[in-house]
Antibody
């Protein structure tokens, strides 16, 4: 069974960089599939952030592209998200998830982690 | 980007009743690349339907999806107590992939 688990600081100061990691178990990232990040502000809907393939190909939401970096570490079977210059509008639950292609649905999700941007 | 509008915002129904949820796209969704997710409080979304009408693994047949182009529907034939949740549609045919605002199905 594929499992994903997000980790990282729950509080980030405005203008700083948000950094999260998603550890994958039950499946080797190097075997294929794509891996993505989605976020959900409190009480609101979902927003796709970006997706990466195990060889490093990336796909980003244009609305966030200038601030987002998604990377992969196959040796640790995990992938990461960095979002720079954060503001209160970036406060959200951040989910990592698996998808079969750059343009596809997400079939396995992590439980999510709340990141609050506040001084 | 493609904007997905879900209606109604809230659906108040009793167990055993039929639920019909709508997802309308601002432009045609290519190849019916439309998915539905269920989200319960404090949990991640879970995949119900992909390709507009294909049920994901383990999803009971009381859940069905239909539609094409710009109009899609999720139907729950007979609501079970565990079905009361928020439902989101997502289009994945055109980047950026977008989600609808959600429909909450609550117990009447």
């Amino acid at each position: 069974q594929v499992q994903l688990q997000e980790s990282g600081p729950g509080l980030v100061k405005p203008s700083e960089t948000l950094s999260l990691t998603c550890a994958v178990s039950g499946y080797s990232i190097s075997s294929g599939y794509y891996w993505g990040w989605i976020r959900q502000p409190p009480g609101k809907g979902l927003e796709w952030i970006g997706t990466i393939y195990h060889i490093g190909s990336t796909y980003y939401n244009p609305s966030l592209k200038s601030r987002v970096t998604v990377s992969v570490d196959t040796s640790k079977n995990q992938f990461s998200l960095k979002l720079s210059s954060v503001t209160a509008a970036d406060t959200a639950v951040y989910y990592c998830a698996r998808t079969a292609a750059p343009t596809y649905y997400f079939d396995y999700w992590g439980q999510g982690t709340l990141v609050t941007v506040s001084s | 980007e493609i904007v997905l509008t879900q209606s109604p915002g809230t659906l108040s129904l009793s167990p055993g009743e039929r639920a019909t949820l709508s997802c309308r796209a601002s432009q045609s969704v290519s190849s019916s690349y439309l998915a539905w997710y269920q989200q319960k409080p404090g949990q991640a979304p879970s995949l119900l339907i992909y390709g507009a009408s294909s049920r994901a693994t383990g999803i009971p047949d009381r859940f069905s999806g239909s539609g094409s182009g710009t109009d899609f529907t999720l139907t729950i034939s007979r609501l079970e107590p565990e079905d009361f949740a928020v439902y989101y549609c997502q289009q994945y045919g055109t980047s950026p992939f977008t989600f609808g605002g959600g429909t909450k199905v609550e117990i009447k």
